[in-house]
């Protein structure tokens, strides 16, 4: 119970720290420009890790079929800029691919 | 009484983002969300927490990552203190969504802007700031139907996995396992069409999976993602000022 308490309390406070306190501040124009690239920059790193790591290593064989399913999803994503659509592709083309090998 | 009639003007010329309108926008992410808070569902029992423990955990901690690794801890044996250490390093990188989605509510009180940084995460973030691309403010109560859509998905899904867990057969047949990268894959490419900053953003989204692949040899992945995130930001500011 204190585990779950302790972890609660130690991942509000990034949460809602900046938006509290940068949200009643003037931010230079150079942090702004800063922060208006942390949305590509963090969602490519998050998308790197789950397309190209294990348990933290550098593991392209046991993400082969991933990768071969992130092509089609790319594609989708590009030409519909649908996000519903490219996640139902995504699994799709994934569970056809373990399907046919 | 007049900061309710403001409220109710500002609800009648904003419809398009009203409450529904966030539950609705959040629809894409549910099936990532409902796979993966399925399987840490799974992880938890199997780590020996009650049912109202996994419950608690969804609806105060309400991380994958962190609730992932705290089941795995618990299962370990580790102390209290270094769980607790280590989830905070893991969700520290909400500094940077917190701050990265700032300038968006700057017209909301603060007591508005807690319940917004409360239930922020990686995928309700994801679908805000492309949101946010067309305006200058994001609308609170939109935020607000976005956020719980999110969280109670979560919370479900997590009890689910709990209660269900042992009875299903390898939910990976189904591809579900591919609804995150996937739905990742979404958000940045919208992100990217939606800035049409081709040039830099490219450069950004490619340093930042070279970094945290590097960094994978050195550090944590939670670690890497942050190292990742703050020099990729950099690198695009050196050259928007260059250009």
């Not at chain 2, 959040?26 to 029992?45: D, M, Q, R």
Request: glycine content about 8%; overall charge neutral.
């Amino acid at each position: 119970m204190s585990v779950i308490i302790g972890s609660a309390i130690v991942t509000f406070i990034p949460r809602i720290l900046p938006l509290v306190v940068l949200s009643k501040l003037e931010i230079p124009e150079w942090g702004i420009n800063w922060l208006k690239h942390v949305p590509v920059a963090v969602m490519s790193a998050l998308l790197a890790s789950e397309l190209l790591l294990l348990d933290n290593k550098v593991s392209i064989q046991e993400n082969t079929l991933n990768l071969m399913s992130a092509i089609p999803t790319l594609l989708v994503a590009i030409y519909t800029r649908s996000l519903l659509g490219t996640v139902l592709v995504g699994i799709a083309t994934l569970m056809t691919i373990r399907f046919l090998l | 009484m007049s900061e309710l009639s403001t409220d109710l003007n500002k609800n009648v010329m904003e419809e398009g983002d009203s409450f529904w309108q966030g539950v609705k926008d959040c629809i894409p992410t549910l099936l990532g969300y409902l796979s993966i808070g399925f399987a840490a569902g799974v992880v938890e029992k199997t780590a020996g927490l009650s049912m109202i423990e996994i419950a608690l955990m969804s609806l105060l901690l309400y991380a994958g990552s962190g609730q992932f690794i705290a089941a795995g801890m618990i299962a370990a044996s580790h102390p209290v203190s270094a769980i607790i250490v280590t989830i905070f390093f893991i969700n520290s990188r909400h500094l940077l969504l917190s701050a990265a989605i700032a300038p968006y509510f700057k017209k909301n009180t603060t007591s508005k802007n807690l319940i917004t940084g409360a239930l922020l995460t990686d995928e309700t973030f994801g679908v805000a700031i492309t949101h946010a691309q067309s305006k200058k403010q994001l609308d609170y109560k939109w935020m607000l139907g976005l956020n719980i859509a999110a969280y109670l998905n979560w919370a479900l899904a997590t009890i689910a996995g709990g209660i269900f867990g042992q009875w299903i057969p390898d939910p990976e047949r189904f591809g579900l396992d591919f609804a995150l990268p996937a739905m990742f894959i979404g958000l940045l490419v919208l992100q990217i069409l939606s800035q049409k900053k081709y040039f830099i953003d490219i450069i950004v989204a490619v340093s930042s999976g070279v970094i945290v692949i590097a960094a994978s040899f050195f550090v944590s992945g939670s670690a890497g993602v942050i190292l990742a995130t703050i020099l990729s930001a950099t690198i695009g500011l050196v050259i928007s000022k260059w250009r």
